[in-house]
Structure formats: structure tokens, C-alpha cells
């Protein structure tokens, strides 16, 4: 199994979901089309430490939920810093972070498991959603996610992510998903020139007086420098700051809802992302 999974958009009821299969794997990115938020979180906020009124984020979590045919409670939700600690997730932390803040995976950007019917969880406005999906030597799937702002792709996140996933099989394919790209993301020569130390001359653009970052094509080589093959890389290359379907941080000046990469094993009898 060395297709790379192939992302469609899918309208489901009121929301636009944008969705992938690798065997079993799932991953889903949602839109804003199809909550009930308003405002600048208008409408399918799921983030909550936004600002949205909590009660409203559980309601479009569910939403989603149910539009996925998961459990709310399925879900597993890390407290995001842009930084580089990844998690490997279990039966245990099923359901942290899904109702509350309080419990959610602390100061961490990157999930990954092996158990079917967790679903994990990152949020996005603007930062690069990676999807990364491996196989074990018994052919089971182990799927992962990282959030990687800029401060995140620059510590690492991504290639930390795929070792990670590398403790328990062979990493196969990436999927990087909606997120501000090279158009969209000018950067302080400062920050441009840390990314050229690290990732090479390439991922800085000079097209105009303001330098711009390539983050999509930093994701692609730190998955490449940890071994997932080119061919097995997909990137859309929908820019949430061009596209007025996504949540942008940058474009919405900082007063913006969160959408979300959703990424889970189906099981036998389960519907999956609708199928
Ligand atoms: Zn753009």
C-alpha cells in the first residue's frame, strides 16, 4: 500500500469537509461552512481558547462529530504552544481535551496512535496541518498529526513527528494540509534567513521587498529527510489566507476561529469519513 492519499472535498449536510483515505487511516480537514458561530468565528469554530462562546464550539464539535460518525468523545485534543513535543496516544487519553481545556494533551503539537476510534485532533488558522500515516510489520496502520506554525516547523515538529511514528513502523505517506502558503506568508528577513539556515536557499522567496517563507515545501523536506518518499507527499496547496473557505490568523488580523485536522483508524463496522 504506497498510494498517497488522494484528498477530496465532500459536502456533507451543512459542512464542507475536504477528506482522505489510506486504507484504513482517515484524515479530514474541516471548513468554515456549516456551524452555528458568528462574528469572526462565523461558522464552524471548533477552537476554544478563541474567544467563541465555549457552548457554541461544543455544538459545532458535535456537528462534526456527527457528520464523521464518531464520538465526541473519540476525539483527543492537544494544548498547542508551537513547539516540538510529540505524543504517542492511547486507550487512556481517549476523550482529553474534546469537552474542555482543562484536560486537554498539554504543551503538545504533535499526536500519533495506533488505536482505532481515537480520534486526533489539531487546530489550525494559518499553521501547517501534516498528516502522516505509517505501517508496522504486522501491516496494522499507525496515523499521526502535527501543528507546525512557523516557530514549530523551524524547532523540528515535523521531522519529530515521523521519528516518532518510525517507533512503531515505516512511514508510507504525508498528506500537508490547507494552510498559509509561499503567496501569503511574508516574513522579517530574520525569520527568512533562520528558515534558509536550516532548510536550504529554496524555501525563501524574494519576489518583492518582503521576503516570503515557502512552509509547505519545509514540511515536504524535513518528510523527506526522515524517509517518506517524495512520490508519497501530498500537498493541495490551498492557501487559508487566499481561500476565503479556511479560518486565516493572519488575514482575519488575529480575531478568527480554529478550523480543525481530524485523523483517525476506522474499524470494521465503522462509516469512516462517509464512504
Ligand atoms: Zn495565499
Excluded at 59 to 65: Q, V
Excluded at 169 to 187: D, E, K, N, T, Y
Excluded at 213 to 233: F, H, K, N
Aim: hydrophobic share 45%; charged share 20%.
Amino acid at each position: 500500500m504506497n498510494a498517497a492519499p488522494h484528498l477530496i472535498t465532500r459536502h456533507l449536510g451543512a459542512l464542507e469537509l475536504l477528506t482522505a483515505e489510506y486504507g484504513a487511516a482517515r484524515v479530514v480537514f474541516s471548513t468554515r461552512a456549516g456551524g452555528v458561530s458568528r462574528g469572526p468565528y462565523a461558522q464552524l469554530n471548533l477552537g476554544l481558547s478563541v474567544g467563541d462562546d465555549p457552548a457554541v464550539v461544543l455544538h459545532n464539535r458535535g456537528l462534526l462529530c456527527e457528520a464523521l460518525a464518531l464520538g465526541l468523545d473519540e476525539l483527543v485534543i492537544p494544548g498547542q504552544v508551537h513547539g516540538t513535543r510529540v505524543a504517542v496516544i492511547g486507550e487512556r487519553e481517549r476523550g482529553r481535551g474534546a469537552r474542555s481545556r482543562d484536560d486537554v494533551i498539554h504543551d503538545t503539537d504533535g499526536l500519533v496512535t495506533a488505536v482505532p476510534r481515537v480520534a486526533l485532533v489539531t487546530s489550525f488558522a494559518d499553521c501547517v496541518p501534516v498528516f502522516v500515516v505509517g505501517e508496522t510489520a504486522t501491516g496494522a496502520l499507525v496515523i499521526a498529526l502535527a501543528h507546525a506554525g512557523w516557530r514549530g516547523m523551524l524547532a523540528g515538529v515535523v521531522g519529530t513527528l515521523v521519528q516518532t511514528v518510525a517507533t512503531l513502523g515505516v512511514p508510507r505517506a504525508a498528506l500537508v494540509g490547507p494552510s498559509i502558503g509561499p503567496c501569503c506568508f511574508a516574513a522579517a528577513d530574520d525569520v527568512a534567513d533562520q528558515f534558509a539556515q536550516h532548510f536550504g536557499a529554496e524555501v525563501v522567496l524574494r519576489e518583492s521587498d518582503e521576503a516570503a517563507v515557502d512552509l509547505w515545501r519545509c514540511a515536504a523536506i524535513d518528510l523527506e529527510r526522515r524517509g517518506v518518499a517524495p512520490a508519497a507527499i501530498v500537498n493541495p496547496r490551498l492557501c487559508t489566507s487566499c481561500d476565503a473557505r479556511f479560518f486565516s490568523h493572519r488575514r482575519d488580523r488575529g480575531l478568527t476561529g480554529r478550523q480543525v485536522a481530524i485523523a483517525w483508524l476506522a474499524d470494521g463496522d465503522s462509516e469512516g469519513s462517509g464512504t
